[in-house]
C-alpha cells in the first residue's frame, strides 16, 4: 500500500510555497509520493480572474517534473464543469483502490471545509494532512480537528496536522509583483518564471485577483 499526497489548488501560478508544503508533509508522513492536481474550473471563484486550465498545468508540471517523487495530473482540468475535491478523491480511491490518500490543505480549510461540497465524501476518500502555519494556535486546531472527525468521520481519526513555517508566499503576491514589472524569481521555479515570461501572463495589473 502506497501513501499518496495530494495537492490540489488553482496553482494560478504555482509558486515554492506549494513545492516547500508539499515536500514537508510528505516527509512529515512519510509519504511515498505527492500528486499536485490543478483545479480545472473553480466554483469558488470567478474563473475570469484565472489562467485557463492548461497554461496551469503546464506550469506545474514545469515546477515538479525535477522532483521523481511528485506527479502533476490533469484530471480536474480534463474534467468539464466545476471541479469538486470529493469527485476527484474519489475517481483516484476508485483507480487506486489499494492506496492511501492524504489530501494536503491549510489550516485555514479546516474552518470552511464544512461548507465544501460533500465534505463527508472527502472524509471517506482521504485523511485531511492540514499544515498549521502559526495563524491559529495549536490548541485551537485540535479542538476543530475534534469537531469535524465528530461530525463527518464516520472511521474515525481522519485529520493530522502539521506544524509549518509562515511563509509569506502566494500566487496574489506573484500576479500583483508581475503586474508591476516586479521580479519574482525565487518565489517561482525559473522553469515557471520562465514561461510566464515568454508567454506575457499576469502583467496587466488587477486588483480584483482572489488570492490562491
Known amino acids: 500500500m502506497r501513501k499518496i499526497g495530494i495537492m490540489g489548488g488553482t496553482f ?22 505527492v500528486w499536485f492536481v490543478p483545479t480545472g474550473s473553480s466554483y469558488m471563484k470567478d474563473s475570469r480572474e484565472i489562467l485557463p486550465g492548461r497554461e496551469r498545468l503546464i506550469m506545474t508540471e ?13 484530471i480536474e482540468v480534463m474534467r468539464e464543469g ?14 487506486c483502490p489499494e492506496d492511501s490518500f492524504y489530501f494536503i490543505v491549510g489550516a485555514d480549510c479546516l474552518f470552511t471545509i464544512g461548507n ?46 502539521i506544524p ?22 525565487y518565489l517561482v521555479p525559473d522553469q515557471v518564471l520562465s514561461y510566464i515570461e515568454e508567454k506575457g501572463f499576469y502583467r496587466e495589473k488587477d486588483e480584483s485577483f482572489e488570492k490562491a
Open 12 to 33: 494560478n501560478p504555482v509558486h515554492v510555497g506549494h513545492l516547500m508544503l508539499a515536500e514537508w508533509v510528505r516527509d512529515a508522513l512519510k509519504l511515498n509520493e
Open 164 to 185: 509549518f513555517p509562515n511563509i509569506p508566499v502566494s500566487s496574489t503576491l506573484i500576479r500583483q509583483r508581475v503586474s508591476r514589472g516586479q521580479s519574482v524569481r
Open 116 to 161: 465544501w461540497k460533500y465534505p463527508e465524501r472527502i472524509f471517506d476518500s482521504c485523511t485531511l494532512a492540514a499544515a498549521v502555519r502559526g495563524e491559529v494556535s495549536m490548541a485551537e486546531m485540535e479542538d476543530r480537528k475534534r469537531e469535524l472527525e465528530e461530525k463527518f468521520c464516520s472511521q474515525g481519526e481522519r485529520i493530522q496536522l
Open 62 to 74: 514545469l515546477a515538479v517534473k525535477d522532483n521523481p517523487l511528485f506527479r502533476c495530473l490533469d
Open 82 to 95: 466545476a471541479s469538486y475535491s470529493y469527485e476527484t478523491l474519489e475517481a483516484l480511491k476508485q483507480t
